[in-house]
């Protein structure tokens, strides 16, 4: 996925290889990246978040689906297994402290919240999105 993502002329092989394993027409693909490439030739996108950007900045995902699945798939793989298994331990660590009175909905919630604790939660924003919506159900939100 590496090779067709970020060579200009990817081989046959690796087109085909990403095809098989994604289930994406080949011949479709090919094209696609051949006229990706030329069109980031003339915005010197030479970085894949350069590539990004230039994508979703001008709204061309729809002209180009297999390429926009593969850039996907591949900023959704994970580098490595560390984050998976603290994700597997996390859920473990919870569903076992208070399994009992959690639905499903809020376990998944607390997991991401547990799992994401390094990233700055914005406390502020959470609230006014819980009084917006706790005011559509007929409760209001009185903080102090």
Same mark, same amino acid.
């Given at each position: 996925?590496?090779?067709?993502?970020?060579?200009?002329?990817?081989?046959?092989?690796?087109?085909?290889?990403?095809?098989?394993?994604?289930?994406?027409?080949?011949?479709?693909?090919?094209? %696609?990246?051949?006229?990706?490439?030329?069109?980031? #030739?003339?915005?010197?996108?030479?970085?894949?978040?350069?590539?990004?950007?230039?994508?979703?900045?001008?709204?061309?995902?729809?002209?180009?689906?297999?390429?926009?699945?593969?850039?996907?798939?591949?900023?959704? *793989?994970?580098?490595?297994?560390?984050?998976?298994?603290?994700?597997?331990?996390?859920?473990?660590?919870?569903?076992?402290?208070?399994?009992?009175?959690?639905?499903?909905?809020?376990?998944?919630?607390?997991?991401?919240?547990? *799992?994401?604790? %390094?990233?700055? #939660?914005?406390?502020?924003?959470?609230?006014?999105?819980?009084?917006? %919506?706790?005011? *559509?159900?007929?409760?209001?939100?009185?903080?102090?």
């Amino acid at each position: 996925m590496n090779n067709v993502l970020f060579n200009k002329n990817p081989t046959n092989q690796s087109i085909g290889e990403v095809c098989n394993a994604y289930k994406i027409e080949s011949n479709d693909l090919s094209s %696609e990246i051949k006229i990706v490439n030329r069109l980031f #030739i003339n915005h010197e996108c030479d970085t894949i978040i350069k590539k990004i950007n230039h994508i979703r900045s001008k709204d061309i995902q729809t002209g180009f689906p297999n390429y926009t699945n593969i850039l996907k798939i591949f900023l959704t *793989i994970p580098t490595n297994t560390a984050s998976n298994e603290r994700s597997f331990s996390a859920l473990r660590t919870l569903n076992t402290y208070i399994r009992v009175t959690m639905s499903q909905e809020r376990l998944s919630s607390l997991a991401i919240l547990y *799992i994401q604790k %390094e990233y700055p #939660i914005d406390f502020d924003n959470i609230i006014d999105k819980f009084d917006a %919506e706790a005011s *559509i159900r007929g409760r209001h939100l009185t903080l102090k």
